[in-house]
C-alpha cells in the first residue's frame, strides 16, 4: 500500500494554510465545508472541525485547506494538524463518502501547438499530476495507467505531464488534423471519470516527490542550487507554457559547462538547440560570470 504525506503549504491568507497530500485525495473534484453539519459526507472534516479554531476547510485534488479562527497562530498547531491528517490517510480513513457527489465531474480539454511541429499540449481546467512525469515507451509506463493506453495509439511517440496538461509527442505516420480531436476526447473523457493518471506511489517510486526533490537540492554545491533557483524563475515558466520543460542534470566546475534534460516538446524541437544557445546559455554566462561557459542538453 502507497504511504501518504503531507506538506504544510503557507498562503498569501495568513489565516488559511494548505496541507498538500503527495496524491490524489477526491478523484478531481473539490468540495467546501463550513461547519460540521455541512462536513456529513466527510469524515476526515469532521474529524478536523472538532479542533476549536477550525472555521472553514476546503478540499481539492492533492490539498486540504483549513481556515483557522484568530484564537491561535497557525505556527502554533499547523505540524499537529498535519500529522492527524497524514495518519488518518494512512489508517485508510474515507475523505469523502462516495454517495457525496456525481460520478462525474465537467471536464474541459483544449488543444494547443507548440514551438515542436511533432507535440501538442492538451491542458484540461483542473490539475491532474502532482509532479512532472515523461515516458517514452509503453515499457516506460507502467506506473501511469494513461500513458499506457495513450501509447495504445500507434501515432504516440511520448507522453509528458505537467500540473494541468498533458504534451504529446506524434510519429510521422499521423499528422495533427487526423488525430487531435480523437486524442484530445478521449483524454478528457479519461480525466472525467476519474481514473489514475499516474498510480499513487509513481512520484516516490521515480523520486519525485517534495521531499526527495528537496533532499537532493539541498545536497548539491551553492553554484549548482543557483542555476536550478534561475531556471526555476526565468526559464521553466516559459517552457511549460510551451508544453515542456528543462531539467537541471549537472554542473562541472572545471570545465564550467552545465548539463540540462530537455523534455516535453522540448525534446527534439527544431527550435530548442537555438534556446538553449542564445536564451538559456547567454543567461547563465551574464548572471554567473566566470562560472559557466557552456549550456547542453544531454539528449538534444
Known amino acids: 500500500m502507497s504511504t501518504f504525506n503531507v506538506s504544510i503549504q503557507e498562503t498569501s491568507n495568513k489565516s488559511i494554510v494548505k496541507f498538500e497530500v503527495n496524491q490524489f485525495i477526491t478523484k478531481h473534484k473539490s468540495f467546501e465545508f463550513n461547519n460540521i453539519d455541512e462536513a456529513k459526507a466527510s469524515p476526515l472534516v469532521q474529524q478536523l472541525f472538532y479542533l476549536p479554531f477550525v472555521k472553514k476547510v476546503y478540499i481539492s485534488g492533492n490539498f486540504i485547506a483549513v481556515e483557522r ?13 498535519a500529522e492527524q491528517i497524514q495518519a488518518y490517510l494512512n489508517d485508510g480513513g474515507t475523505v469523502i463518502e462516495e454517495s ?3 460520478k462525474k465531474t465537467p471536464v474541459t480539454v483544449y488543444a494547443e501547438s507548440t514551438p515542436n511541429p511533432a507535440v501538442i499540449k492538451f491542458v484540461a481546467n483542473k490539475k491532474i499530476v502532482t509532479a512532472l512525469f515523461e515516458f517514452t515507451s509503453i515499457d516506460d509506463a ?13 501515432f504516440v ?57 528537496d533532499n537532493h537540492y539541498e545536497s548539491l554545491d551553492d553554484t549548482s542550487k543557483e542555476i536550478i533557483n534561475i531556471l526555476e524563475e526565468y526559464v521553466k515558466p516559459a517552457v511549460a507554457s510551451d508544453g515542456g520543460n528543462i531539467q537541471f542534470i549537472s554542473y562541472d566546475a572545471d570545465t564550467k559547462n552545465v548539463s540540462v534534460l530537455l523534455q516535453g516538446a522540448c525534446s527534439g524541437c527544431p527550435s530548442s538547440t537555438y534556446t538553449l544557445k542564445s536564451g538559456i546559455e ?9 562560472r559557466v561557459e557552456t549550456v547542453e542538453a544531454i539528449n538534444g
Open 69 to 81: 479562527y484568530d484564537i491561535v497562530e497557525w505556527t502554533d498547531v499547523q505540524d499537529e494538524v
Open 157 to 213: 511517440k511520448s507522453v509528458f505531464f505537467d500540473e494541468n496538461y498533458v504534451s504529446i509527442t506524434k510519429y510521422d505516420i499521423a499528422e495533427w488534423e487526423d488525430i487531435t480531436i480523437e486524442l484530445r476526447e478521449f483524454i478528457r473523457s479519461y480525466i472525467e471519470n476519474g481514473k489514475d493518471i499516474v498510480l499513487p506511489e509513481a512520484s516516490k517510486v521515480l523520486k519525485k516527490s517534495t521531499k526527495q526533490l
Open 100 to 102: 457525496a457527489a456525481p
Open 142 to 154: 507502467k506506473l501511469s495507467p494513461m500513458a499506457t493506453e495513450l501509447f495504445n495509439f500507434p
Open 282 to 290: 547567454n543567461m547563465l554566462k551574464e548572471m554567473m560570470k566566470g
